[in-house]
Nanobody
Framework: QVQLVESGGGLVQAGGSLRLSCAAS????????MVWYRQAPGDQRNLVAR???????NYADSVKGRFTISRDNAKNTVYLQMNSLKPEDTAVYYC?????????????WGRGTQVTVSS
């Protein structure tokens, strides 16, 4: 059974930093393209950052220059370093990824981790 588990969320003051982690687990897996999304109350789920298997990254305009996505393929883990946090970054952050297992590719979601930025 493949699982994506996020960690690292919490409460931080505006201007502070947090580092989110998303660890993929399962027998014989490897991670392909991985994506961080976020969803604020009453809002839709929006893409924050994406990283390909080769390390090519894309960011939402709202986080460019403040957030950095990275990955450790050996650990099947993706990270989101969030700096200069703003109250509008408050949301549940979800990890999404394409996971390779037994020669196949399937998409999975984590359960999310809450990030709250106080002003």
């Amino acid at each position: 059974q493949v699982q994506l588990v996020e960690s690292g969320g919490g409460l931080v003051q505006a201007g502070g930093s947090l580092r989110l982690s998303c660890a993929a687990s399962g027998r014989g897996i490897s991670i392909d393209t991985m994506v961080w999304y976020r969803q604020a109350p009453g809002d839709q789920r929006n893409l924050v950052a994406r990283i390909s298997r080769s390390g090519i990254t894309n960011y939402a305009d709202s986080v460019k220059g403040r957030f950095t996505i990275s990955r450790d393929n050996a650990k099947n883990t993706v990270y989101l370093q969030m700096n200069s946090l703003k109250p509008e970054d408050t949301a549940v952050y979800y990890c999404n990824g394409n996971i390779i297992q037994n020669g196949g590719l399937r998409n999975y979601w984590g359960r999310g981790t809450q990030v709250t930025v106080s002003s």
